[in-house]
C-alpha cells in the first residue's frame, strides 16, 4: 500500500473519538478532518441539508485527490489531520487608544498612507461613534439595496437566498476541480456572495465595504460573484495592511460568472504574512480563482498585487464561453527573501471572436523564486480567437530566481496568440542615476519598481493604487544593497 | 568651491588617478581635456560618488565639506551634478515623476517645504522653455527609446531643474550633431552665474567653442600635466595631444 493510500485508509477507518454529538457545543473543532468534522461545520452554520450534502461530496471527492506536485515550490508535506478546519470567529480583544498598538504595525500603517480610522480598525481599536463601521455598513447596504444588489456573507445568502447559491455554487469552479478546490468546497468557512441583477451597474467598488466587512472569514474562504445580463461590478479583495494568521494553510475558491453583456473586475492586493527573513513561517496560499464568461459580450478582468505569503499557487482564469466576450488578467508579483510564488493565469476560448489579455509583471528579489505559469487554450470552434501575453520578469540581486511556463494549445488556425517576454535586472546603474539626481536608494528602487509594474498599477481602482504602490516598495526595502 | 588635492583612485585594484589637484571657484567654467583612457571619466564618477571607485589618497572639498564620506544622494543634494556620459533608461517612470521625486528630496535635506504639484509644474513649464526641450520627451518614460541627443538634452534639463552649485558634463558632446550640440550649449550657458560653476570633461575642442572654458587643463595617464586657458584648447585640436604625451614622458 502507498504511502497516501495507507494515510487514506487510517482516516476512513478510524472512528472519530469525540463523536459528532458532543463536538457541536464547542467553538471549534479538534484538529484533524473527517465526514463528523464536515458535518460539525454544516450544523455549526445551520445549513441545509442540500449543502452538507455537496460539502461531504467534496470530501470524499478530495480523498480521492493528490495534492499537485507540477507547481515550482517547494515546502514540506501538509499534514492534513494536524489543522484545525473549524473555530469560531473570536472577537479580537478591544483596545482603547492607538496607543496600545505594536509601535512597528503603526510605523507600516503609516509608510502604507492608511487613514488613521483604518488604522484604528485593522488593530482592533473601538472608533468614534459617529463613523462606527455598523452605521457605514448599514449607509452601502441600503444603497445597495435600492439597486437589488445583494452583498453579504456565504452564510447568509444560504439561509437568504438559496435558489441563487444552488444555481451559482460550484458551476464555475466544480468542487471536483482540484485538490485544494475540492478540499475547499467540503470545509469552507465563509466568505462573500455579491450578486448584480440585470441591467445594474453597482455605483461604487465594493472595496471599502468589503475592507470593513473583512475580518474572520476564515482561512477557506470562498466567494462568489454573480454578474447578471447587463450589469457591472467592481470588486476588490484584501488590504494592503499586513495581515497575519495562526492558520498557516489558506486554500480559498473565487467563483465569477457573468451572464449576457456583463462584466466583472475583480482586483486583489494580497499581503499575508510572508514569513521572517529566515524563509520561517508564513501563510500557504493556494486559490482557485475562475471567471466564466457564459454570456455573449460579456468580460471578466483580474488584476492582482501579490506580495505576501511564504508561498502562492494562484492562477486566476477565464473561460470565454459567450461569443465576443473578453478575459484579462493583470498582476504584479513580488517575492523576497524566501517567498516562492507559482502564479499566472488561464484564458480558455470556446466562443468566436473571444479576445485576452494577459500582462504579468514578476519582480524577484533576496533568495526567493517566482514563476509565471500560463495557459492560452483556444478551442476548435473558437473562431478569431485572439490573446495576447506580456510576461516581463525584474530580478533585484543574484541570488534570486525568475521563471516562465507558458502553455499555449491552439486547435483552431484562426486565432492570433502573441506572446512577448523578458527578463531584466535592476542595475546599480539605474540606481546610481537616482542617487546622483539626490533620490535614496529606497526611493531610485520604488521609482524603478513601480514603473515596472505600471502597466498593471494603472488597472487598480484609483484609492488602492497609490497604497498598492508604496506597498510594493516597502515590501522590496533592504533588498538591495 | 570645488578643492582636490592629490586625489588617488582605481577600480578594482587598478590605479587610474595618480595625484588630481584641481581647484575650481564660482563663476568658473573648467575644461578637462585628455586622450582616451586618460582617467577623465573616471575622475567625473569619482566625484559623484560612484562606488565601484575606490580613493585610496587625497582629499575633496566642496563648499568647504569633505564630500569622499558621503553617499551619492548627499553629494547630489549638496549641489553637485553629473551630466553622464551615457543616461540609462528607466522604463515605466515618467521625467515629470523623477524629477518630482529628485527636487523633493533635495528640498528636504536643505530644509524646505516640498513642492506641490502645481508649483512643480510651473517650475517645470520654465525649464523646458529656457533649454528648448520637447514636451513629448518629458511625457515618454525617462530616456527610453531616446536618441542619444535627446538623452543629452534631457541631462541638461534635468540640471536646470535642480539648479545644482557644480555641474560636471562627462563627455556631453559624444554622439550629438552640430544641432543637438548647440542646443546643450545653450542650454549650459543659460544656466550659468556668477554663484555656481561648471567642469566640462571632453575630448575634442568642438563644444568649447560654444561653452567658453576660463581654464582648460589637460589630464594624462591619472595627473593633469598641462593647464592654461582657452587657447590651449585650440592647441591641442590643431597638434593633437602626442606632442603632450611626449613632453610628460621625457620628463618622466
Not at chain 1, 198 to 212: N, V
Not at chain 2, 86 to 114: C, D, W
Request: with cysteine.
Amino acid at each position: 500500500m502507498g504511502k497516501d493510500d495507507q494515510i487514506l485508509e487510517e482516516l476512513t477507518s478510524s472512528d472519530y473519538k469525540y463523536g459528532f454529538e458532543t463536538l457541536i457545543e464547542n467553538d471549534s473543532a479538534p484538529k484533524g478532518l473527517n465526514e463528523d468534522i464536515v458535518r460539525f461545520i454544516s450544523a455549526k452554520k445551520n445549513e441545509p441539508e442540500w449543502l452538507l450534502e455537496w460539502r461531504l461530496k467534496a470530501y470524499r471527492h478530495w480523498l480521492t485527490l493528490e495534492e499537485p506536485k507540477w507547481p515550482n515550490v517547494k515546502y514540506p508535506k501538509i499534514d492534513f489531520q494536524d489543522i484545525i478546519f473549524y473555530s469560531a470567529p473570536k472577537p479580537n480583544k478591544e483596545l482603547q487608544s492607538l496607543d496600545e498598538v505594536d509601535p512597528e504595525l503603526l510605523e507600516t500603517f503609516k509608510k502604507l498612507g492608511i487613514s488613521l480610522e483604518e488604522q484604528k480598525r485593522l488593530s482592533g481599536v473601538a472608533v468614534d461613534a459617529v463613523i462606527d463601521s455598523v452605521s457605514v455598513k448599514t449607509t452601502f447596504k441600503e444603497t445597495l439595496g435600492e439597486l437589488g444588489i445583494i452583498f453579504c456573507s456565504l452564510s447568509e445568502a444560504v439561509h437568504e437566498h438559496p435558489e441563487l447559491i444552488k444555481k451559482y455554487l460550484g458551476s464555475v469552479v466544480p468542487m471536483t476541480d482540484n485538490y485544494y478546490a475540492a478540499l475547499n468546497s467540503a470545509v469552507f468557512s465563509d466568505g462573500s456572495f455579491c450578486y448584480i441583477p440585470k441591467g445594474s451597474r453597482c455605483p461604487m467598488e465594493l472595496s471599502t465595504y468589503f475592507r470593513i466587512n473583512a475580518s474572520g472569514t476564515g482561512q477557506f474562504e470562498r466567494t462568489l460573484i454573480v454578474a447578471d445580463e447587463d450589469a457591472y461590478v467592481s470588486y476588490l479583495e484584501g488590504c494592503t495592511a499586513p495581515q497575519r494568521d495562526e492558520n498557516q494553510l489558506h486554500a480559498a475558491v473565487v467563483e465569477i460568472y457573468a451572464e449576457t453583456n456583463a462584466e466583472v473586475k475583480y482586483s486583489t492586493v494580497q499581503n499575508w504574512y510572508p514569513g521572517n527573513k529566515e524563509g520561517v513561517g508564513g501563510i500557504y496560499n493556494f486559490v482557485t480563482k475562475r471567471g466564466l464568461c457564459k454570456g455573449n459580450n460579456s468580460k471578466i478582468s483580474w488584476t492582482q498585487v501579490e506580495t505576501g505569503s511564504a508561498i502562492t499557487w494562484k492562477y486566476p482564469s477565464c473561460i470565454l464561453k459567450g461569443d465576443n466576450s473578453v478575459g484579462e488578467f493583470y498582476s504584479v508579483a513580488v517575492t523576497n527573501n524566501y517567498q516562492q510564488a507559482d502564479t499566472g493565469s488561464k484564458m480558455i476560448h470556446l466562443g468566436k471572436n473571444t479576445k485576452s489579455t494577459i500582462i504579468s509583471k514578476g519582480i524577484s528579489a533576496g533568495k526567493s523564486q517566482n514563476s509565471y505559469r500560463g495557459l492560452v487554450k483556444v478551442h476548435k470552434n473558437a473562431t478569431n480567437a485572439r490573446n495576447f501575453s506580456q510576461c516581463d520578469s525584474l530580478l533585484m540581486g543574484n541570488k534570486c530566481g525568475a521563471h516562465t511556463f507558458p502553455y499555449i494549445e491552439i486547435n483552431n488556425s484562426t486565432a492570433k496568440v502573441e506572446h512577448e517576454a523578458t527578463t531584466s535586472k535592476i542595475g546599480e546603474d539605474q540606481i546610481f542615476y537616482c542617487n546622483q539626481r539626490g533620490i535614496d536608494t529606497e526611493n531610485a528602487i520604488a521609482l524603478i519598481v513601480n514603473g515596472f509594474a505600471k502597466k498593471v498599477l494603472n488597472k487598480l481602482p484609483m484609492e488602492f493604487a497609490v497604497e498598492a504602490q508604496k506597498l510594493l516598495a516597502l515590501t522590496l526595502e533592504e533588498s538591495v544593497g | 568651491m570645488l578643492k582636490i588635492k592629490n586625489l588617488h583612485a582605481g577600480i578594482e585594484g587598478q590605479q587610474i588617478l595618480k595625484g588630481i589637484n584641481l581647484e575650481v571657484k564660482a563663476g568658473e567654467i573648467h575644461a578637462i581635456m585628455g586622450p582616451n583612457g586618460s582617467g577623465k571619466s573616471t575622475l567625473a564618477s569619482v566625484l559623484a560618488g560612484r562606488e565601484e571607485y575606490e580613493v585610496t589618497e587625497g582629499e575633496v572639498e566642496f563648499l568647504g565639506k569633505n564630500i569622499l564620506d558621503m553617499a551619492p544622494e548627499d553629494r547630489a543634494r549638496e549641489g553637485l551634478f553629473l551630466a553622464f556620459q551615457y543616461p540609462v533608461e528607466i522604463p515605466g517612470v515618467s521625467s515629470n515623476n523623477f524629477l518630482k521625486t529628485a527636487v523633493n528630496q533635495v528640498r528636504t535635506y536643505r530644509g524646505l517645504e516640498p513642492l506641490d504639484a502645481v508649483h512643480f509644474l510651473k517650475l517645470m513649464k520654465e525649464k523646458m522653455a529656457m533649454v528648448e526641450i520637447e514636451q513629448k520627451l518629458i511625457n515618454r518614460s525617462l530616456n527610453e527609446g531616446f536618441s542619444g541627443g535627446e538623452k543629452k538634452k534631457n541631462e541638461i534639463f534635468q540640471m536646470a531643474i535642480l539648479e545644482p552649485k557644480l555641474s560636471i558634463l562627462d563627455e556631453t558632446d559624444s554622439g550629438l550633431d552640430i544641432d543637438a550640440l548647440r542646443v546643450v550649449a545653450n542650454g549650459v550657458n543659460k544656466l550659468k552665474s556668477e554663484d555656481n560653476a561648471t567642469i566640462v570633461v571632453t575630448h575634442y575642442q568642438r563644444l568649447l567653442d560654444y561653452i567658453v572654458p576660463n581654464f582648460v587643463h589637460v589630464l594624462y595617464n591619472g595627473r593633469i600635466v598641462k593647464s592654461g586657458d582657452k587657447s590651449l584648447a585650440f592647441e591641442l585640436e590643431e597638434k593633437g595631444y602626442d606632442w603632450i604625451k611626449e613632453e610628460v614622458d621625457s620628463v618622466a
